[in-house]
């Protein structure tokens, strides 16, 4: 069995070691590999590279969503996919970064949020922070990308006019990821996190600027690998699901935990 995480760029990611590392403690037989997605490609390449699932990142999980034949959960809601499982000639769409996110968060307990960033990932953590009783607030550069948030708090950042503090600050755009930059002006930042609780960004692997701004105003914070981990779990739950493999839970979680 081959699965694979899919995306542009696609070289950092830690998925593979995630996914192989439960294959080889659980003795099951499959590999996890990454492939890069030119931006040009049509997503529906994809089904030629035989694979049984697939997890995606940026930029594609809306297209995935557009691409999938039938989606499922919290994804229809979300509008994005990350988690791709290929049946017979069908391709079936999930979203484990909603919940993922959540279990990084739960127990912070936090009474509201400010997101950064319009795109798949901020949906997911948008919808699921609304699920759960915490009203989320949107940020983005382009007010074009605020039309999928049309039943969100949102503003541009040009617009935006704090009406209270925020507890918990989460960066969901790519800044930092490719370039050494902030997702938003330090002048507007700055002054948000140090009336913030926890600082949380998506990024993994990686002290960025935003976590170093955080860390300088001495604000609790943290990269996006717990919810790497988590979603990575959910996802290989589905992958298993799907060829009808059963498998010890508790040897799963403990496999993916550890290895990072």
């Known amino acids: 069995m081959q699965f694979a995480v899919i995306g542009n760029p696609i070289s950092h ?13 659980l003795e099951i037989l499959g590999f996890y590999g990454r492939y890069l997605l030119d931006k040009n490609q049509s997503f529906y390449h994809l089904r030629s590279l035989h694979l049984k699932g697939a997890n995606i990142t ?7 969503f557009n691409s999938c ?3 499922f959960g919290i994804a229809r809601e979300i509008g994005a996919v990350n988690t791709i499982v290929f049946t017979g000639s069908k391709m079936l769409g999930y979203n484990t970064d909603a919940l993922g996110f959540y279990l990084c968060i739960e127990k912070l307990a936090p009474k509201n949020a400010l997101i950064i960033g319009a795109g798949g990932s901020a949906k997911a953590v948008a919808c699921i922070l609304k699920e759960k009783g915490i009203p989320p607030t949107i940020i983005n550069r382009s007010k074009e990308r605020l039309k999928d948030f049309s039943n969100f708090e949102c503003a541009t950042f040009e617009a935006f006019k704090p009406k209270t503090t925020y507890d918990l600050i989460i960066n969901t755009t790519p800044a930092g990821l490719t370039s050494d930059t902030l997702p938003i002006a330090e002048a507007l930042l700055a002054p948000l996190l140090q009336e913030a609780k926890f600082a949380f960004d998506l990024i993994y692997g990686k002290q960025t600027p935003f976590l170093s701004l955080a860390q300088s105003l001495k604000i609790p914070n ?8 988590h979603q990575a779990i959910l996802a290989f739950e589905i992958f298993m699901e799907s060829q009808n493999i059963s498998f010890d839970t508790k040897k799963l979680h403990q496999s993916m935990q550890y290895i990072l």
């Not at 990611?13 to 403690?25: C, D, M, Q």
């Not at 940026?58 to 995935?64: D, G, L, S």
């Not at 943290?222 to 981990?229: E, P, S, V």
Request: no cysteine.
């Open 58 to 64: 940026v930029p594609f999980k809306e297209i995935a």
């Open 13 to 25: 990611s830690l998925s593979p070691i995630l996914h192989n590392h439960a294959f080889k403690t």
């Open 69 to 71: 034949d039938e989606v």
């Open 222 to 229: 943290t990269d996006g690998k717990q919810m790497l981990i």
